[in-house]
């Protein structure tokens, strides 16, 4: 298949989209097929630079979210180059600017079109205007008008499926979590991150690693660190990663007297992030906000337990203490906490772990991205051809 990716985030831009696409570009392509990205300039990229089948288009920065781009040209020439390079399928990875035009392209070339659907922007609305602008109306009326007429979508959890059934989105959906790339994350590090970071080999260390962002709730982890101080004084909180909430995080951690518990690295390359779960002791993350948390897994494929905010996905995902639990208060966080710190040897059954990976890998993903195209293809096809006979 010549498969055509829209998205308005990729590489080398960070995030859980960029992230998830590219592990999806790879296992399409050892599958044999032709992936072609169409997505947004970034001022990162040397325009002189050649991509391998990445095609850019204008783009600004998008109001609010700075750091993410939107196209503001480039309809019909991406429909020349999708239709010069004879796309089979378009898979839309936004529902803005590139999104609108993949379903473009594909309406012109008579191609089915699917969606993966990643954000749960309900949870993203007070970027915007302080949240007085938008409201969860206006998402449900823009989701349901985008997912008009999409001949599937990817659901990345069942919370996201339940949430677009709720908006009342017709077209089919399954859900297909995003995979990782599991030997990505088991490899062995080769330089001593704790001694690079200054950490003692027998120091505690909770590691949180996402973007520093508001609804990811770091400030609550931040907020239960005295209390974990108070059972286990060694502990360290490491806060990986850039973006809009970090002063006011650094400004928290100040007041409250823990700087000399907590440390900031910033934003790191993402070849060098399986070296941070292998270094820390436990993962910790108090976000709700996740469609389905790409962090989460990569500890898990790394070996590393985890302790993160209840929801369908995550109780699901930690269904055993081997692999990690949910909480739903500060009390329970500290006490989880304080209980893998203290007892790191007592929830070492290597099976649940085992049984997960493949569950996980990038591979499964791959491979069920796929038998979704195929079956999108064939009921477009027959679709098609229900139609041509009425005509006649």
């Known amino acids: 298949m ?5 998205t308005d985030t990729y590489y080398p831009q960070v995030s859980g989209v960029a992230t998830s696409i590219k592990v999806l570009r790879n296992q399409l392509e050892r599958a044999g097929h032709q992936v072609y990205i169409f997505t947004t300039t970034d001022p990162h990229v040397d325009k002189n630079i050649y991509e391998r089948n990445i095609f850019r288009f204008t783009s600004i920065p998008f109001v609010s979210f700075t750091d993410r781009r939107i196209a503001v040209r480039g309809l019909f020439k991406a429909y020349q180059v999708a239709k010069d390079l004879g796309l089979d399928i378009v898979h839309t990875q936004t529902e803005f600017s590139m999104g609108m035009i993949g379903k473009f392209v594909a309406k012109q070339l008579k191609v089915p079109c699917i969606h993966t659907y990643h954000t749960m922007y309900e949870d993203y609305l007070h970027y915007i205007a302080n949240g007085k602008l938008l409201k969860p109306y206006h ?32 077209a089919p959906i399954r859900i297909i979590p995003t995979g990782i790339d599991i030997n990505q994350y088991e490899q062995q590090s080769t330089a001593d991150y704790r001694q690079k970071l200054g950490y003692q080999p027998e120091t505690p260390v909770l590691l949180s690693l996402s973007r520093l962002a508001y609804e990811k709730n770091i ?17 360290q909180l490491l806060i990986v990663g850039d973006g809009p ?11 409250a007297g823990l700087t000399a518990h907590v440390q900031f690295t910033g934003e790191i390359d993402n ?8 270094m ?38 930690l269904d055993d203490p081997s692999l ?18 203290q007892h790191p040897n007592t929830f070492n059954d290597p099976k649940p772990r085992q049984k997960k990976l493949y569950q996980i890998s990038a591979e499964y993903f791959g491979k069920q ?21 009425i005509s006649n």
């Open 369 to 389: 991205v796929i038998n979704y195209y195929q079956d999108v293809q064939l009921a477009y096809s027959e679709s098609t051809d229900k139609s041509a006979n």
């Open 139 to 170: 998402v449900k009326e823009a989701t349901r008008a985008y997912c008009y007429h999409l001949n599937g979508i990817v659901a990345p959890s069942e919370r996201v499926a339940k949430t677009l059934t709720g908006y009342g989105v017709k």
């Open 324 to 341: 990690g639990t949910t909480f739903t208060s500060e009390a329970s966080l500290v006490k989880d906490v304080v209980r893998y710190l």
């Open 271 to 278: 070849d060098e992030v399986y070296n941070y779960y292998q």
């Open 219 to 235: 400030h609550e982890v931040i907020a239960a660190l005295p209390a974990i101080l108070a059972q286990v004084p060694t502990a």
């Open 2 to 6: 010549n498969i055509g990716i829209f």
């Open 280 to 317: 820390a002791d436990l993962f910790v993350s108090a976000s709700n906000s996740e469609s389905q948390g790409l962090t989460y897994i990569e500890a898990l494929a790394a070996g590393l337990k985890t302790v993160v905010a209840s929801s369908p996905y995550t109780d699901q995902l």
């Open 245 to 255: 909430a970090r002063e006011t995080l650094e400004n928290q951690v100040q007041d």
